[in-house]
């Protein structure tokens, strides 16, 4: 997480533990609905308070849910002077304030450091409201931005590697991507071809083993055909050495 440069700015860190950064150091954020709040200025901007208080209070009275955000909105700005600024219905973020989930909302492409470890589900510090359907459903939704931008920029980090035959880097890109969608069976089979042109044949059937015992267990269904395929080819093509260039080829042409 980048310090604040600026007099008076502010950044809040959403990934990993939340935190609110200023020139005085981190403060470090526990309350469940403060942090909630603050997020859901992040991604939607201004919001009504009505909104807001509904959404982390539903079934609640609309005397006591204002009253609870008047609470966390004074609580924030205690810890915090100036980060949450009021108009007329709406609550919006003071001037100087930045996030670090800005990629959820925008074109900007995730940084490789959050792709790495966007495996941890450490958005929001992995916070879960089962018995707030409306909420979980929210966080769900970015934390499979996430997973969705972290896959993308590591899937060009493994074909740039696969092309350049670094190939052990290309193991560790892909590993990753896996890591973040277990059930990512183009993600498996270009692993498995990885492993095949790297003279590791053995590694690319466990690969397959593995990922076929994953989804038995998780989804109660098979690999599908063109997984399935590859995997007879390794076992079938041990000493055709036209297979290692088929193989390349694939790599080569890797879809992200």
Not at 190 to 201: A, I, P, Q, T
Not at 204 to 214: G, L, S, V
Request: aromatic letters at 6%.
């Amino acid at each position: 997480m980048t310090m604040p440069t600026k007099r008076n700015d502010i950044a809040i860190q959403f990934l990993g533990q939340v935190c609110i950064h200023t020139e005085s150091g981190a403060i470090v954020v526990n309350d469940k609905k403060a942090i909630l709040l603050m997020f859901v200025l992040a991604v939607r901007g201004a919001t009504s308070r009505q909104q807001m208080a509904s959404l982390l209070w539903p079934g609640t009275d609309s005397e006591h849910s204002q009253g609870s955000l008047r609470l966390r909105i004074h609580k924030i700005n205690r810890l915090c002077p100036g980060l949450i600024h009021s108009h007329l219905n709406s609550i919006f973020f003071g001037p100087g304030v930045g996030h670090d989930v800005q990629f959820l909302t925008s074109d900007e492409e995730i940084t490789l450091e959050v792709a790495l470890e966007a495996h941890r589900d450490h958005l929001v510090g992995s916070l879960e409201f089962p018995e707030n359907p409306q909420l979980n459903a929210m966080l769900n939704h970015y934390k499979g931005q996430l997973v969705s931008k972290s896959s993308t920029l590591l899937y060009k980090h493994a074909r740039n590697a696969a092309t350049k035959r670094n190939l052990d880097q290309a193991v560790y890109f892909l590993n990753r991507i896996l890591l973040l969608s277990p059930h990512n069976e183009t993600a498996c089979r270009n692993l498995m071809r990885v492993h095949v042109l790297n003279g590791c044949r053995a590694t690319a059937i466990e690969t397959y083993e593995a990922f076929r015992r994953n989804m038995r267990e998780s989804l109660g269904i098979e690999p599908d055909t063109k997984t399935k395929r590859l995997h007879m080819d390794i076992l079938s093509t041990q000493e055709d050495p036209e297979y290692q260039t088929r193989i390349s080829e694939a790599l080569d042409s890797m879809i992200l």
